[in-house]
């Protein structure tokens, strides 16, 4: 089946295959991450905060354990309904678009874990920072946590396959049309099944062009998750804070 690139993101982000190719990530770095992130920005001990993009809510739900009041939004419908199981008074999930404003504020919005430049109409992208702008109190900052695309593309492994829970995926990794592309197919019960990730390369000087038209204010510029200095050559994230 060929996915409908405009819409990858809703196809596969919904299917179970998703999840089982990506359930390792590292949930003690991320912890680690999450801490260190709600520490640096002093995000007061009741404060609240969206998760834009939440997935199946593996940020959001540290982010309340240690205290937090969180809303996590995904455009999955999937996704949010696994991370429903979670909720409790001072966590829920709920399906939504990033490029509109969810019409509440928070202390602090965050976009993690490259959920940012999936959409081919380059105004979506322009879009979400301006809806995290208008999902931000007076005194609150926005996160977008990206890949560094000059990092990725020097160091990109072009083919290899990865087995987890007996399927071998095979992933293929180009860059085309200034997005970084991975085409992972595989089979089940003898049925191939072929999927698209499609995430726009872009670099800091192309989100602060963003910010500018956003009007919003670019702070720190971080490029790891211990929240180290960015340096376009060697790091593998770009880790932006803004108002």
Request: with cysteine; hydrophobic share 40%.
């Amino acid at each position: 089946m060929k996915i409908d690139t405009t819409t990858w993101f809703s196809s596969w982000f919904d299917t179970p295959y998703y999840h089982i190719l990506y359930k390792d990530r590292n949930d003690t770095e991320a912890h680690a991450f999450m801490d260190m992130l709600t520490n640096y920005l002093n995000i007061p001990e009741t404060g609240t905060i969206l998760d834009l993009a939440c997935g199946r809510g593996r940020h959001a739900r540290f982010l309340n354990k240690i205290g937090y009041d969180v809303t996590g939004v995904d455009l999955s419908e999937n996704s949010i309904a696994y991370a429903k199981q979670f909720e409790n008074h001072r966590l829920k999930f709920d399906v939504h678009n990033m490029c509109e404003s969810y019409g509440k504020q928070f202390d602090a919005v965050f976009n993690l874990f490259t959920s940012f430049g999936y959409f081919d109409n380059e105004e979506d992208n322009l879009n979400t920072i301006k809806s995290i702008k208008a999902n931000l109190n007076e005194f609150g900052f926005g996160v977008i946590d990206f890949m560094n695309s000059d990092f990725v593309i020097d160091n990109l492994v072009p083919e290899e396959v990865k087995v987890v829970d007996g399927i071998a995926f095979n992933l293929k990794r180009f860059v085309e049309n200034g997005h970084i592309v991975k085409d992972i197919s595989f089979n089940i019960e003898e049925r191939p099944y072929n999927f698209q990730e499609r995430v726009k390369a872009f670099n800091l000087q192309d989100f602060k062009t963003l910010f500018e038209k956003a009007d919003v204010h670019l702070l720190d510029v971080f490029g790891d998750y211990k929240l180290q200095k960015f340096n376009n050559t060697s790091s593998e994230r770009l880790v932006m804070i803004f108002k």
